[in-house]
């Protein structure tokens, strides 16, 4: 046995420390690259009428990233990449459901923080959507809340946008 609080106790303070620390400093998830959901309202901007369109349409990545590039918006290439992968994965989406679908930046700020913060073992880490599909079998992890299409959104999100710069981190989430 290791000396020190047992692991489960130091999870749920570093928990606590990081809903602490979020309520404190008025955090958000701003800092950390854009999702497709957030990108697809904020930068594509599309009008009620055409949201309702894309809603409704399936087609491959390949064919998302022709439909990220003709919007003549300033999409950088990740962000087109990030784009594609949230609609087609998400794409269409349910009858009626009024939401769009949580985006890979929503599902890390929400679905990870309960349990530990995101700088180490996420916002820094290198990997590939196999690596981070494969995170969610780990025996304390699953059981984590996210149906198969939050996981598999959340992957691809993480392989486009990860690693983050540690200096376009904020000081108070570096832990
Ligand atoms: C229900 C609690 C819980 C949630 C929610 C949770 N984790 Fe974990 N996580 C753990 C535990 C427990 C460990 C093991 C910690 C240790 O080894 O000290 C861990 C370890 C890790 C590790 C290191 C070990 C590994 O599997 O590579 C990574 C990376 C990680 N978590 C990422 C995440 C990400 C990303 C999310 C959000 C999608 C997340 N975790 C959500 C409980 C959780």
């Not at 570093?14 to 854009?34: H, I, N, R, Y």
């Not at 990030?82 to 930046?105: E, I």
């Not at 590939?128 to 996210?146: D, E, G, Y």
Request: a positive charge; hydrophobic letters at 45%.
């Amino acid at each position: 046995m290791k000396a020190g609080p047992p692991r489960a106790l130091r999870l749920a303070l570093a928990g606590v420390a990081v809903m602490l620390l979020v309520a404190a400093g008025g955090e958000t998830s701003d800092f950390m690259p854009k999702g497709g959901r957030a990108l697809l309202v904020d930068v594509v901007a599309p009008t009620a009428a055409d949201l309702a369109a894309i809603r409704q349409e399936k087609r491959t990545e390949a064919q998302w990233l022709e439909f990220a590039k003709a919007q003549k918006k300033p999409l950088t290439e990740k962000e087109q990449a990030t784009l594609a992968a949230y609609l087609a994965v998400n794409m269409p989406t349910a009858n009626g459901a009024a939401a769009l679908p949580p985006d890979g930046r929503d599902l890390a700020w929400e679905g990870c923080q309960s349990c530990h913060s995101l700088f180490a073992g996420y916002l820094t880490q290198t990997g590939s959507a196999t690596r981070w599909r494969n995170m969610f079998l780990a025996p304390f992890h699953r059981n984590i809340r996210m149906s198969a299409q939050e996981r598999e959104e959340f992957a691809r999100y993480s392989e486009i946008n990860m690693p983050m710069k540690v200096e376009d981190i904020p000081a108070e989430l570096r832990f």
